[in-house]
């Protein structure tokens, strides 16, 4: 070790006591308890993107270790039991400023340039999945009925909140009579794609324009320019980026598209064969193979730098970006039900597969939600919530 050295800790850190239970044989023989439950210390440093390990002296030593000044190596070392400080800087926790560290502290470095909130970088980074499937996840399977939950959870939570005597709420006119009320009684989450039916062009344009497409770019001063768009943007700054995966669409070849905004175009980033594309689209969606049916899926990709530029180290911004997605995901759901099409949106992603085919870095851009659109099917075989037989008839025949 270089004994000119500095050191300090990874910007964003955060230690978490778990607990592992096992099932303690000989104490259940013994009449003890039956589970023994072991704890660990896991440091979550998003710029390292997994999950470490540490003990007891390395956490005391990531306790004296701050994350801003530059320390002299030498002098924490000696402060700190033999190898703690060596443990730390192999494990990417404490960063050194030497040539051998260089890429862990790009890592960190770009961390603290991005104005992340600790706790907002922490939940983002390790609530990412890879090749997860839905189905990996046997409470909430799709194979799970609604019958079994409840047998197993008892009720669900009433599906309203009281807090008047009925004799005391204050009714309220509603209108059911316009275009928009008709149109929002005919949204409905397709799971039920036409499997062969490659997407009008034009359609597929509007759609794009109308959705993620800009109405007007203007300059608000020198260099820093304001998009008008359909959704609102907390700061007007408009993160969220359109990545495509396109699979039966007019004109296009199956592959992988970032949607250039103000040009109100493609750029083919790879093409794909299209059984590739099928793969793809499953594992982005974690194998919900009736959303992976859809013509074109599209992630709803958050450019953090850009909205912590202005909300920096800030509370509300990440939270600010997921509801953002959710503004887009309701315009995309509300123009594909104007045009006779079907429409999904899901938060069940593998978010580092689809960084991966999109080479984005997790903390600079990565996917919050992933939609998809096209015809529906002409018979419904999976579930979706119709009560009004408004997309579909008693049997199950597309109106
Ligand atoms: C953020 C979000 C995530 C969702 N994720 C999934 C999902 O992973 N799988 C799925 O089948 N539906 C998903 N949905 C759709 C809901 O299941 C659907 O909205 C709900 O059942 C009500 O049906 P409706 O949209 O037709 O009214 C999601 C909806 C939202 C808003």
Redesign the pocket.
Known sequence: MSESMRVRRCAVLMIEPRERLELDVAGLFGGAQALKATCQWIALAPHLDAEIEIDEAELAALGRLGETPWQEYVTLASAMPPGVLDRLLEKGLAIGDSARYADIRTRDENVRACYWKPLSAVAHTFSRWSEAG?DDDVRIT?HRTLVDLIREYGLPPPHLTERAAANERIGLPASDGSALDALFRR?????NFDTQAPLDFSVFGDMMKRVFGCHAATELAPGAVALKKSNPSGGSLHPLEAYLLVRRVENLEPGLYHYHVTDHALEPLALLQPAEAETNARRF??N?D??ADAPVQIALVARFRRTFWKYRNHPKAYRAIVLE??HV?QNL?LAATELGLGA??????NEIDIEKAFALDALQESPI?VCGFGARAARRSMV???PLEAVWDADGVRR
């Open positions: 839905v799709p949204r409905a989450t397709c799971r969606v974690a919900q009736f959303f997605a959710g995901s759901y999904y949106v899901t938060a069940a992603i939600a979706e919530l119709d």
